[in-house]
């Protein structure tokens, strides 16, 4: 039994919440001289509409990543601006808020390069959830698509998109697992129990098993440290 439910914690979404941009801003992203080097524009304009966007997406997503829903550090300062469809595969997409969202760092690098898309040929910016691959929290709900099971561990709900973003962000990750340890305020033999209970329902060869290990490891340092 857990005093947090996690499940409804996690449960908000960015539908009806994207960014609107100004008049400015909307002659950026329907830019069509918009190449690679676009991103990393220091003029004005370019940085005030990544910033604005940023922050209304931030409060927006309840100050957390959008995938593994763990806390951003404060305005999302440090954090990258991510984009669902990548710079690589569509990059005249570059700047159009339902292709951006914020995330934390080990979700923005550690992205596989598969396409996030159903229809990889197309040129026309989605605008249903269909047309994505993975979640997309302008059009998804995230307690549709994954799901925290024994209080602390994130798993994709099967036949949704749950699964592919599961292994697109690699959240298997032994942070995430913490995290949401952190959030529960569930430390010490109750938690190891989960931990080791877990180890031994994952197949020996898995990421997933690796990971839980990894954070076994992390709970035995805490304890060693007095933490």
Not at 1 to 21: A, G
Not at 72 to 86: C, F, I, K, Q
Request: glycine share 2%; net charge positive; proline share 4%.
């Amino acid at each position: 039994m857990f005093l947090i439910n996690l499940n409804n914690r996690y449960r908000y979404t960015l539908i009806n919440k994207t960014y609107i941009p100004s008049v400015d801003e909307i002659l950026i992203i329907n830019d069509i001289t918009i190449d690679d080097t676009y991103w990393t524009k220091r003029n004005k304009v370019y940085v005030d509409y990544k910033i604005n966007l940023k922050q209304s997406h931030y409060f927006g997503q309840i100050r957390r990543c959008a995938y593994c829903r763990a806390k951003l550090r404060t305005d999302a300062y440090w954090e990258d601006l991510d984009h669902v469809v990548s710079q690589n595969e569509k990059v005249k997409w570059m700047f159009i808020p339902k292709n951006l969202i914020v995330t934390c760092e080990p979700c923005n690098r550690l992205k596989n390069a598969n396409s996030t898309l159903t229809n990889p040929a197309t040129n026309v910016f989605p605008n249903i959830s269909d047309d994505f691959n993975i979640f997309n929290p302008h059009f998804d709900n995230w307690s549709d698509h994954f799901e925290i099971f024994k209080g602390i561990f994130l798993r994709g709900i099967p036949g949704t998109k749950g699964p592919a973003t599961y292994k697109h962000c690699h959240l298997y990750r032994h942070d995430v697992i913490i995290n949401n340890v952190e959030e529960q305020i569930l430390w010490g033999s109750s938690t190891m129990k989960r931990l080791t209970q877990r180890l031994k329902e994952v197949a020996v060869d898995s990421v997933e098993h690796v990971h839980i290990q990894r954070a076994i490891n992390h709970m035995i340092q805490r304890k060693k440290n007095n933490q």
